[in-house]
């Protein structure tokens, strides 16, 4: 397992496309959740100006409902298409390089190689996760009172969830590069899939005579993404009158596993049965 | 003694090996044996299957049928790594030099000393090795796939073509590599179209057509399997009834004033002589054409075509 990680580390190692990617990853994360308290704010100023009933300004940095809100937006599909992106170049350069083969002939098995790269997926992603933690918790103490210090870990639950966001919505990706074999066929067809064409399809099946069946909600991605629902910006939940999530829904959790065990599985299925 | 002459243990065993692609019989029923210390050619023009069975023979390809054994046992990841191969193209990442590209190999391997060094001053890579491997020449990128294969001196060298692409002066070079490598005992197995390279560095050979297997045994046994002369007499056409009727008779073509006669076997020139003499031709040339490899190999391929 270690034999296998650090071959995996080498080939990262001086992979500056790799580097670039995570970095801008992160900058787009970290950005995005500071901005997004600005924004919102701008927007409630806006509407102040013409409403007779002033709305309060949304805060979500503190403690305990920073868990939610910053979990919530590092898991829309658009922020999550990043890691997915980082992991589809690295399994279609084995492809594209031909590198798989070189590894194989090497002496790796073909289980052996699948391996490694969905263990790179786990690491990363607990890297994420451990970077998001500990930037909510940052965010969490400069911004709560005292009364919210004593419910600083009520949301941690966020975080196990989140990690399982990020490690699902790669094992996607990995699936995609893995069958398409090639670079920007399987950004582009991946990219449109869960930016354009489910939620298009989310909303067809959201047609009311097709309600009761509640298919919509099976849809992988959108399965990926409703882990953590709408945060509870007070300002919304009074305006729009949204349910404050309790807690996490197991089954929606293990219908995530489901789909990651059953893409992992063809994968497996599919490296076996094919030529290299 | 010449390196494989002796007769050892088998390295490497094929029986019915079939892979093809749609109607296609890319590798069709083929069997054959490797022992110890043999340098052995796989030749055959383009598309003869030689690229294919190497792949199967590395578990990148499945066949539909038949079976192999490396060092008489089923193949695994543990029996690749005491193989050194280059197929096809050479394939590295590219954003990576030299060095660690052969570390990368090192670690697949199991390798427990370093061994990159030794390998990048034999294929004369090693002022280069800092380089980025997208920087090399087409003739650099095979000699470090050369180099790859002999990291940790495996047991047995696989080369699909490893002459390609190479200068003349690289040509030279890598022939004597596998010529050193073979003086170590070191099995080799070699994929190649060119038949001067077979006779030149193989023991053995085996040649493909069209997936399957023509003639499979020494090159020098190839060589000596059957020889031509240039005959001529005032009769050529009584000569040619009774050469016909020769125990050794092969085929015959004329040529200008003279007949080309090819026997299926070696003849000495008195012997032939003495034969036409006997019943009542005198020859007015006789003359031994010893055939190439390439002649024989183009019949072969001609006759199974």
Avoid at chain 1, 120 to 142: A, H, Q
Avoid at chain 1, 166 to 192: D, E, Q, S
Avoid at chain 2, 167 to 173: R, V, Y
Avoid at chain 2, 259 to 267: A, L, N, Q, Y
Wanted: glycine share 6%; aromatic share 10%.
């Amino acid at each position: 397992m270690i034999k296998l990680f650090r071959i995996e580390f080498k080939k990262i190692l001086t992979y500056k496309t790799f580097w670039i990617l995570v970095g801008l990853y992160f900058l787009f994360l970290v950005l995005g959740i500071i901005m997004a308290q600005y924004i919102l704010n701008n927007i409630v100023n806006d509407i102040n100006k013409h409403s007779p009933i002033p709305l309060p300004h949304v805060t979500l940095y503190f403690f305990p409902e920073v868990w939610q809100n910053v979990t919530f937006f590092a898991s829309i599909r658009y922020v999550l298409i990043f890691p997915a992106i980082i992991i589809m170049i690295l399994i279609t350069n084995e492809f594209t390089n031909k590198t798989i083969r070189q590894n194989i002939v090497t002496g790796m098995s073909k289980q052996e190689f699948l391996v490694s790269k969905l263990q790179f997926i786990f690491l990363l992603s607990l890297v994420i996760t451990i970077i998001l933690t500990v930037f909510i918790i940052i965010l969490g103490i400069s911004n709560s009172d005292e009364q919210q210090m004593k419910l600083m870990w009520h949301g941690l639950v966020f975080i196990p969830v989140f990690f399982l966001q990020v490690t699902v919505f790669m094992i996607f990706a990995f699936f995609c590069g893995f069958l398409l074999r090639n670079t920007g066929l399987a950004i582009a067809l991946f990219t449109l899939y869960s930016l354009i064409i489910e939620p298009v399809v989310y909303f067809i099946l959201k047609i009311p005579f097709l309600q009761p069946n509640q298919v919509s909600q099976y849809l992988p991605v959108n399965a990926v993404i409703r882990l953590v629902e709408y945060p509870s910006i007070s300002m919304l939940h009074k305006v729009m009158n949204l349910n404050l999530q309790e807690g996490v829904n197991t089954m929606h959790c293990l219908i995530v596993i489901l789909y990651a065990v059953v893409m992992i599985g063809l994968v497996f299925l599919v490296m076996h049965r094919k030529d290299l | 003694m010449k390196p494989g002459e002796n007769k050892g243990e088998p390295i490497l065993s094929i029986s019915g090996l079939t892979k093809f692609y749609g109607k296609i019989h890319a590798v069709d029923g083929l069997s054959v044996e490797v022992d110890k210390g043999q340098v052995f050619g796989i030749l055959g023009p383009n598309g003869s299957g030689k690229t294919t069975t190497l792949s199967i023979l590395l578990d990148l390809i499945r066949p539909n049928g038949g079976k192999f054994e490396w060092f008489g046992s089923s193949p695994s990841k543990g029996s690749r790594k005491r193989i050194g191969s280059v197929i096809e193209s050479p394939n590295f990442y590219p954003y990576m030099n030299g060095t660690r590209n052969l570390k990368i190999i090192a670690e697949i391997r199991d390798l427990k000393y370093e061994d990159h060094e030794r390998v990048l001053k034999i294929t004369g890579l090693f002022d280069r090795r800092k380089d980025k491997f997208r920087t090399y020449s087409f003739g650099m990128k095979q000699r470090l796939a050369i180099a790859s294969a002999l990291m940790g001196n495996p047991e047995v060298l696989i080369l699909d073509e490893p002459t390609n692409g190479l200068d003349p002066q690289g040509i030279a070079q890598m022939r004597g590599i596998i010529q050193d490598v073979a003086k170590e005992g070191t099995t080799i197995i070699i994929a190649s179209h060119l038949l001067d390279e077979v006779q030149k560095i193989c023991s053995h050979v085996a040649v493909l057509n069209k997936g399957k297997m023509l003639f499979s045994g020494k090159v020098s046994e190839m060589l000596s399997v059957s020889d031509a002369f240039e005959l001529s007499s005032s009769d050529n056409d009584h000569l040619k009834k009774v050469i016909m009727n020769h125990p050794l008779f092969g085929s015959l073509e004329p040529k200008d004033e003279m007949i080309h006669v090819v026997f299926k076997g070696r003849v000495v020139a008195e012997e032939i002589n003495s034969f036409l003499y006997q019943n009542g031709v005198i020859l007015s040339h006789l003359a031994e054409r010893r055939r190439t490899l390439e002649q024989h190999f183009l019949e072969l391929l001609q006759d199974n075509a």
